[in-house]
C-alpha cells in the first residue's frame, strides 16, 4: 500500500487521485464535447519505460488529461475511444507529464495535479508572466531522466500554449542524451472548448482530436539538435514556414471552415 515512486510520491494515493479526476474529467470529453482519437493501437506497442511524447499544446490541464484517458484507455483495449470509464480503475501509474514549477503550485488542484504525475521544472525563458533568461537546472533535467527510467514522459516542447512557437531545445537535448523513443501527438479543438487554463469548459458541442502518431526514427548520434528540432516541430505540425503559403484571409477563411466542422449534434 505504501509502496513510491521515484519522486516519492504514495502509489496507492496516486492511483485514487487518478481515478477520482478520471471520473470527473470523463464528461469533458464523450458528453460535453466529442474527443476523436486515431493511433490509439501504437500505444499498446510501446516499451513499459523510456518513452517520449512530444506534443502541441493548447491548455494548461486539459490536454495532459484527456492524454492520461486515451493511454489508459488504449492499454485497456479500447480501439481509439475512451468509452466506458471502467479502464480508469487499473490506471498506469508510471505516466508522467513536464510542467512549469510556478503553475504546478499555483493553488490547490494544480499540487494535486502535481502529485498525480508532473515533472515540474523551472522555466528557462519565463517566470511570473515575464521574458526572462538563466541556466536549465540539472535537477530539472535529471528528474526527467528519473521519469524516463521509470515509464512514460509527456512534453509540450514549446513550453506555451501558443501556437507555431519555436520547440525549446532543451528537448532536443534530452532526446540525444537519454534515446527514447519519441512519439508525437497532435491535438486540436482543446483552445476552443476550454479556457487557458483547462479547467473550466468554455464552450461545448466543439470536436475535439487526438492523432497519435508513429515513433520517429531519430539518429541520436549524427542528428543535431537544430534537425530534431525541427522535425519535431513538423510532427507536431507547428511549423511556422507552413503559413507562409497562404495569406492571412485565406488562413482565416481556413480556419472559419474547420471550426464549422469541428461543430457535432448528439
Do not use: C
Not at 506534443?55 to 490541464?61: A, G, L, M, V
Not at 494544480?110 to 525563458?125: E, L, M, N, Q
Not at 525549446?168 to 491535438?187: D, F
Not at 479547467?199 to 526514427?217: A, G, W
Request: hydrophobic share 40%.
Amino acid at each position: 500500500m505504501f509502496k513510491k515512486n521515484p519522486f516519492g510520491h504514495i502509489l496507492f494515493i496516486k492511483k485514487w487521485l487518478i481515478r477520482f479526476f478520471g471520473v470527473v474529467s470523463h464528461g469533458r470529453y464523450r458528453r460535453f464535447n466529442k474527443l476523436q482519437i486515431e493511433g490509439s493501437e501504437i500505444i499498446r506497442s510501446l516499451p513499459e519505460t523510456n518513452v517520449l511524447f512530444v506534443s502541441n499544446h493548447q491548455t494548461y490541464f486539459a490536454d495532459v488529461a484527456a492524454m492520461f484517458h486515451v493511454f489508459n484507455a488504449a492499454l485497456n483495449g479500447r480501439d481509439n475511444t475512451i468509452k466506458n470509464i471502467g479502464y480508469i480503475w487499473k490506471p498506469k501509474l508510471n505516466i508522467y507529464f513536464v510542467a512549469a514549477k510556478e503553475t504546478m503550485k499555483a493553488g490547490l488542484l494544480p499540487k494535486i495535479f502535481a502529485y498525480a504525475g508532473s515533472v515540474s521544472i523551472d522555466r528557462t525563458w519565463r517566470s511570473k508572466g515575464q521574458d526572462i533568461n538563466r541556466q536549465v537546472k540539472m535537477s530539472d533535467i535529471s528528474n526527467i531522466s528519473k521519469a524516463l527510467d521509470d515509464g512514460w514522459v509527456i512534453t509540450f516542447p514549446q513550453g506555451t500554449t501558443t501556437p507555431f512557437k519555436p520547440i525549446r531545445r532543451g528537448t532536443a537535448h534530452i532526446i540525444k542524451q537519454y534515446k527514447p523513443i519519441v512519439v508525437p501527438i497532435v491535438i486540436d479543438g482543446f483552445r476552443r472548448s476550454f479556457d487557458k487554463k483547462g479547467l473550466n469548459i468554455k464552450k461545448r458541442d466543439v470536436l475535439q482530436s487526438m492523432v497519435i502518431k508513429k515513433p520517429m526514427e531519430i539518429d541520436y548520434e549524427n542528428e543535431t539538435l537544430d534537425e530534431i528540432v525541427k522535425r519535431i516541430q513538423i510532427e507536431i505540425e507547428q511549423d511556422p514556414a507552413s503559413l507562409k503559403v497562404i495569406s492571412p484571409e485565406e488562413y482565416k477563411r481556413l480556419e472559419d471552415e474547420l471550426n464549422a466542422k469541428r461543430k457535432f449534434w448528439s
